[in-house]
């Protein structure tokens, strides 16, 4: 299986601020790689797919980068709505997720 | 408008068995393959099993290999997971979540998720 790592596991920003995560695969995945939103208590929610396209409906101050291993995904103005759990997911082989990255208010 | 509506979560024994469906709408069932995905309280997720749209591909997560059986009723619009033998550490929200074969070199992602169902595996 393919293993994924995220960090940091979790950040504190305030609102305006660029955050960025950073997602590695244990082997190359090309741009197999997607990115998730989840709030408690709700189910995940697609950001971007293809390491850099932008799920429809999904705000611009997102967008995600990297090929190979090594993966980042950025919010370029953090928002109150953006407070969640981000988790990255390869889809090269069957389905491995990354622990998630917990982004609170600092 | 797709909807994905998991029921059957349920307190049990360990060594026990449980039966979960998800019954899905505003979509084409028989276009989309199924997977179920889950998340144990506070932790990450991790995906469970997969189905294609006429049954012919499975696959199962090593965890969950031969006690999880995953099914589709395509005239009923239905996905299902078997689960036999439960164990302490099946204790999650299961999702089932739809799978899109993007036009992006043919990367998948999961679009469409349920909202969840508990299951407890507890003495």
């Known amino acids: 299986d393919i293993q994924m790592t995220q960090s940091p596991s979790s950040l504190s920003a305030s609102i305006g601020d660029r955050v960025t995560i950073t997602c590695r695969a244990s082997q190359s995945i090309s741009t197999y790689l997607n990115w998730y939103q989840q709030k408690p208590g709700k189910a995940p929610k697609v950001l971007i797919y293809?390491?850099?396209s932008l799920q429809s409906g999904v705000p611009s101050r997102f967008s995600g980068s990297g090929s190979g291993t090594d993966f980042t995904l950025t919010i370029s103005s953090l928002q109150p709505e953006d407070f969640a759990t981000y988790y990255c997911q390869q889809s090269y082989s069957t389905p491995t997720f990354g622990p998630g990255t917990k982004v609170d208010l600092k | 408008e797709v909807q994905l509506v998991e029921s059957g979560g349920d307190l049990v024994q360990p060594g026990g068995s449980l039966r979960l469906s998800c019954a899905a709408s505003?979509?084409?069932?028989?276009?989309?393959?199924m997977n179920w995905v889950r998340q144990a309280p506070g932790k990450g997720l991790e995906w469970v099993s997969y189905i294609t749209s006429s049954s012919n591909t499975i696959y199962y997560a090593d965890s969950v290999k031969g006690r999880f059986t995953i099914s589709r009723d395509n005239a009923k619009n239905s996905l299902y997971l078997q689960m036999n033998s439960l164990r302490d550490e099946d204790t999650a929200v299961y999702y089932c979540?739809?799978?899109?074969?993007?036009?992006?070199?043919?990367?998948?992602?999961?679009?469409?998720w349920g909202q969840g169902t508990l299951v407890t595996v507890s003495s």
């Open positions: 979540a739809r799978e899109h074969i993007t036009m992006v070199r043919g990367v998948s992602l999961f679009d469409y």
């Open positions: 505003g979509f084409t069932f028989t276009s989309y393959s």
């Open positions: 293809a390491a850099s």
